[in-house]
């Protein structure tokens, strides 16, 4: 088990472009969580998925804002036409949940660092 | 809606002196309380957790913490801090798995600076 891994770790892109990031869960965790934390503040929730189904989305997620996990394992998020305000650190985590079995205990990934300039 | 809050910002500590760090949370059931460690440029590791039974839940890294429902609490405590313990905490609820198991929510966590 090598933990929840995150790519890229850093990006830095112009306002306007769209830029994509990847996240692996732990194995035989079935929820996939996105966060997004800015400089001072606590990560805030963006949206999660059990197996490929996405089961919730925050108000934060705007519309340039889009989330997949194809087959239950890996997760992609993309945002298009970057603004300077989506600068922040996204982090990703999972954990297994299931009705009756499970803690939900969520691990983290070290994150993606995006700057927009 | 739920809230965690943690009123202190900025703590700092003398290396070996002993270490409180609040959390106060508003929820409409008992949530499951978690503390997480994020030192500067990385990802956030688990500390410790509390789901039920005992109130004193010991975590790793020699920290430990209390919940006290009457208080709505989840106190985090260490007795002698050691210089590696700078970093970021963040104090997060989530209700429980027979209860949907909702993702984290944060407070917006308090910096410890430990000093010779």
């Known amino acids: 088990d090598t933990g929840v891994s995150q790519d890229p770790r850093h990006k830095i892109t112009k306002r306007g472009q769209n830029v994509t990031f990847r996240c692996d869960p732990i194995s035989e965790h079935n929820r996939l969580y996105w966060y997004r934390q800015t400089l001072g503040q606590g990560p805030e929730f963006l949206t999660y998925?059990?197996?490929?189904?996405?089961?919730?989305k925050s108000r934060l997620l705007s519309d340039r804002f889009s989330a997949e996990r194809p087959k239950g394992s890996f997760s992609t998020l993309e945002i298009q036409r970057t603004e300077q305000g989506d600068s922040a650190m996204y982090l990703c985590a999972s954990s297994f949940n299931q009705q009756g079995r499970g803690s939900g205990e969520q691990y983290f990934g070290p994150g993606t660092r995006l700057t927009v300039t | 809606a739920q809230s965690v809050t943690q009123p202190d910002i900025h703590i700092t500590v003398s290396e070996g002196a002993s270490l409180e760090l609040r959390c106060n949370y508003s929820?409409?059931?008992?949530?499951?309380l978690f503390w997480y460690v994020q030192s500067p440029g990385q990802g956030l590791q688990l500390l410790l957790k509390?789901?039920?039974?005992?109130?004193l839940v010991q975590g790793i890294k020699g920290f430990e913490a209390e919940f006290k429902r009457s208080q709505s609490s989840f106190n985090l405590r260490k007795p002698s801090v050691h210089w590696s313990d700078a970093a970021e905490y963040f104090c997060?609820?989530?209700?429980?798995?027979?209860?949907?198991?909702?993702?984290?929510?944060f407070g917006k966590g308090t910096r410890l600076s430990v000093i010779a």
């Open positions: 929820y409409g059931a008992t949530p499951y």
């Open positions: 998925f059990q197996n490929e189904a996405q089961l919730e």
């Open positions: 509390y789901f039920s039974g005992d109130t």
């Open positions: 997060a609820v989530a209700l429980p798995p027979w209860m949907g198991n909702t993702p984290l929510v």
